[in-house]
């Protein structure tokens, strides 16, 4: 059984809140561990928009459940009239999330029969104690560099098994890429969204996440990949112009961890290409169509490269 970071703090807050709320003698201390339960959070960027929702909703039921009660008596009707004014004022001010934490107050405020300034300082603490308690935990987060580093080398392999794919298709004629490298990259890709969305709300002062650049980037890079496969199945002539550029996917998969060969590829590219356009036109429909799907096929290895620059860039970034 895996026990998970929100459970062991849930376990260690909970208890804290309510011993502390016992050494201080309060009433219902109990509460005091319920409201922390309610606030631990996998974030810290949501344990604080938690403890803002429960405590401003907890002040607005104090306030509410004094005019109401002291005005229309403590009657169960009253409580009624105090929820259909309460919720309404709790979702305009953006305070929703905290209306099961304020209820447990305000029937704390009903039960006394009488509010008094002791009372109010009561449940004042237990909402203190409780949301301190829960937040204290919640400043510790795990790293998620980890799992984020490992996912960007299952891309990376990933991306090097389609090109080497792609090369042995236009040196032998041999296609053996199928779906599953294209699925299993776009799972990839929607696991580290969700953790690159995480731990940027762990790190709320940063600006922008360094692995949200790069898994974009790759992106990019992938979906280029995508856009050759149907230029690349169109190709049935193998001959000396398709091995060639079947060497630049080679040159490629080699260079993916590094991302350092683009000028000089950028520089092959150009000269393959002058030497297309200087070679006499194709006999038939068929090479013709070979011919251009080749041609298209080194104006999307061109795109792909200067995204390559950009994953250049952002590796400099990271070792700086």
């Known amino acids: 059984m895996k026990i998970g970071y929100r459970t062991l703090k849930t376990a260690i807050a909970t208890p804290l809140a309510i ?14 561990g319920i ?14 928009l938690t403890a803002w929702h429960r405590f401003g909703a907890c002040m ?9 009660f002291e005005l229309i008596g403590y009657h ?3 409580i009624g009239i105090l929820l259909l004014l309460f919720i309404p004022t709790t979702i305009k001010f953006n305070l929703a999330p905290g209306i099961v934490t304020s209820s447990v107050i305000l029937l704390h405020l ?8 002791s009372l109010v300082w009561n449940e004042f603490l237990l909402i203190i104690i409780g949301i301190g308690s829960a937040l204290l935990l919640n400043l510790y987060m795990p790293s998620l560099d980890t799992k984020l580093f490992s996912l960007s080398k299952k891309v990376e392999s990933n991306i090097i098994v389609i090109l080497k794919k792609i090369a042995l298709y236009l040196h032998k004629g041999e296609k053996t890429w199928t779906s599953k490298e294209i699925l299993e990259t776009e799972k ?3 696991q580290a969204d969700l953790f690159v969305a995480r731990d940027s709300e762990n790190h709320i002062l940063r600006e922008e996440h360094p692995y949200k650049l790069y898994f974009n980037v790759r992106k990019e890079q992938f979906s280029i990949l995508k856009r050759m496969l149907p230029l690349i199945n169109q190709i049935n002539k193998f001959n000396h112009q398709a091995d060639q550029i079947g060497s630049f996917f080679d040159q490629l998969a080699e260079a993916v961890p590094r991302d350092n060969t683009t000028e000089q590829l950028l520089a092959q590219i150009e000269e393959v290409k002058q030497r297309f356009e200087a070679e006499p036109l194709p006999d038939t429909k068929e090479e013709f169509e070979a011919r251009a799907s080749l041609f298209q096929l080194l104006h999307e290895l061109e795109t792909y490269l200067e995204i390559i620059e950009s994953i250049t860039t952002i590796n400099e970034m990271h070792h700086s």
Do not use: D, M
């Open 76 to 78: 169960p009707i009253a």
């Open 35 to 48: 409201i922390a339960v309610l606030c631990i959070q996998t974030t810290r960027k949501r344990s604080f």
């Open 19 to 32: 011993w502390i709320a016992q050494v201080l003698e309060l009433n219902n201390f109990v509460s005091a």
């Open 188 to 190: 990839l890709f929607r």
């Open 110 to 117: 009903y039960s006394s029969g009488h509010i008094t300034f």
């Open 60 to 68: 607005i039921s104090i306030v509410y459940s004094f005019l109401i």
